[in-house]
């Protein structure tokens, strides 16, 4: 009120006894009130209300009485220019610009891929985070409902509002239907696979709880990325005394350097049931792999069974954003057959995946089993925060010969060790009958 008070002395100087004050421009703000106001004598200062306006921008003194025939009431006025379109255009067209690069702001942050930003710094990170976005779309929408209750700022305080609240029902929509939690499993059946994979975090996690949780799932596929050779032998030990035996397959990026990172070694335990398998060569010798942390590629050497690729992308950092891309290319390759298996820690999303996805697939010809099946919002990193505010970047995926009938994020090993939550999936083959028990995850 610092314009009011100066006039106010001003007008006291001179000896004005009663001010009517205009608030709002005829052409751009319409007339909401006119204020009268009695100055007592020898009054020192006036404050000026104003409604339905920018205040102190925009008003008029249209009349003026005072004390004394005399007085010149016009010499109070001057430097006071009253009110100027210009700058209520200014703030017009302020509000609407800001407005706008709101919301494409909101757009891009909910649905990347539609301007082909999702591998994009920062886009792509803020995607992998759709609970955190969606919340704080909705926290932003009622901070401007608040601000919309004062009446100079309404009109734009709503269009933020309604902006926020068509991102976080957009972004909360697609986590509804990729799906928020589900706990139970099918019962196995002759044909049926379980597959669970863990990024242990090395030796963070212990092998007996590895091997606990494994049995417990009844998992004949485990893919734990950050997971050397010894402690897979060690897991791999502890779930035969448990009355599960399992094959135990590894790469190491770096064989020849001695107590080298977990992180260089990711490991695959295969129930003897699938039949032998072995790595292939390219996996083993990096030859064809993810470029830094190693995948492995385990192939059927007698049987059936599918191809199983067990997996561990580099983590999309500033300045892995190539590499992270290019390990997402290479993992859509190797999903060309019709029995495929992928599972492990892909440091990346289906929002990700998609541009990579053929004939219906999210990444090459294979589908995320936790979106078919309930629990594909479901953040299995990182442990710290609650799920559905999480970011679910560790997949089990598989081709056309499967269905995913059920699975699960196991919460409750949460305090374990290791900053990723472990992930079950049962599938069936697509020509098997269901099965109709239940049992808990």
């Given at each position: 009120m610092r314009r009011g008070d100066d006039l106010g002395r001003r007008?006291?100087?001179?000896?004005?006894?009663?001010?009517?004050?205009?608030?709002?421009?005829?052409?751009?703000?319409?007339?909401?009130?006119?204020?009268?106001?009695?100055?007592?004598?020898?009054?020192?200062?006036?404050?000026?209300?104003?409604?339905?306006?920018?205040?102190?921008?925009?008003?008029?003194?249209?009349?003026?009485?005072?004390?004394?025939?005399?007085?010149?009431?016009?010499?109070?006025?001057?430097?006071?220019?009253?009110?100027?379109?210009?700058?209520?255009?200014?703030?017009?067209?302020?509000?609407?610009?800001?407005?706008?690069?709101?919301?494409?702001?909101?757009?891009?942050?909910?649905?990347?891929?539609?301007?082909?930003?999702?591998?994009?710094?920062?886009?792509?990170?803020?995607?992998?985070?759709?609970?955190?976005?969606?919340?704080?779309?909705?926290?932003?929408?009622?901070?401007?409902?608040?601000?919309?209750?004062?009446?100079?700022?309404?009109?734009?305080?709503?269009?933020?509002?309604?902006?926020?609240v068509i991102g976080g029902a957009a972004s909360g929509g697609i986590m509804f239907a990729r799906g928020l939690g589900a706990d139970t499993l099918p019962a196995q059946t002759e044909t049926s696979l379980r597959v669970m994979t863990w990024n242990t975090a090395g030796e963070a996690t212990s092998a007996g709880t590895i091997a606990s949780a494994a049995v417990a799932m009844d998992a004949d596929i485990l893919s734990l990325p950050e997971t050397n050779q010894y402690s897979g032998e060690a897991v791999a030990v502890a779930m035969r005394d448990m009355g599960r035996p399992m094959w135990v397959l590894h790469v190491n990026l770096a064989p020849e350097v001695k107590q080298g990172p977990d992180a260089w070694t990711t490991t695959i335990l295969i129930s003897p049931e699938l039949g032998d398998y072995s790595v292939i060569q390219s996996s083993v010798d990096g030859s064809s792999n993810t470029s830094i942390v190693p995948s492995a590629v385990a192939m059927p050497v007698d049987g059936d069974g599918p191809i199983i690729v067990a997996v561990h992308a580099v983590s999309p950092r500033e300045g892995y954003m190539q590499k992270w891309r290019d390990d997402l290319l290479w993992l859509s390759d190797q999903c060309a057959a019709s029995n495929v298996i992928m599972a492990g820690d892909f440091n990346a999303t289906v929002d990700h995946m998609s541009a990579f996805g053929i004939n219906g697939g999210v990444l090459g010809n294979c589908r995320d089993a936790a979106s078919d099946s309930g629990n594909g919002a479901v953040g299995t990193w990182s442990t710290d925060v609650p799920a559905l505010m999480g970011a679910p970047i560790d997949h089990v995926l598989y081709s056309t010969h499967w269905v995913p009938t059920g699975s699960v994020v196991l919460r409750s090993f949460d305090q374990t060790g290791s900053d990723h939550r472990p992930l079950v999936v049962h599938l069936d083959p697509v020509d098997a009958p269901t099965a109709g028990a239940r049992v808990g995850g």
């Open positions: 007008l006291g100087a001179v000896g004005l006894r009663r001010v009517h004050v205009q608030v709002g421009g005829a052409e751009f703000l319409p007339l909401r009130r006119v204020r009268t106001r009695a100055l007592r004598p020898n009054a020192r200062s006036l404050r000026i209300h104003c409604f339905d306006c920018i205040p102190l921008l925009c008003y008029r003194i249209t009349h003026a009485q005072t004390a004394s025939a005399n007085a010149a009431p016009h010499a109070a006025f001057e430097g006071f220019p009253g009110c100027s379109p210009n700058v209520q255009r200014v703030f017009r067209l302020l509000g609407a610009l800001i407005t706008v690069l709101f919301a494409i702001a909101v757009a891009v942050a909910t649905w990347p891929q539609f301007f082909r930003l999702e591998h994009t710094f920062p886009f792509a990170q803020i995607v992998a985070l759709r609970g955190p976005l969606t919340a704080l779309l909705l926290v932003t929408a009622l901070v401007f409902l608040v601000f919309s209750l004062a009446r100079p700022l309404r009109a734009f305080a709503l269009s933020m509002a309604a902006i926020a």
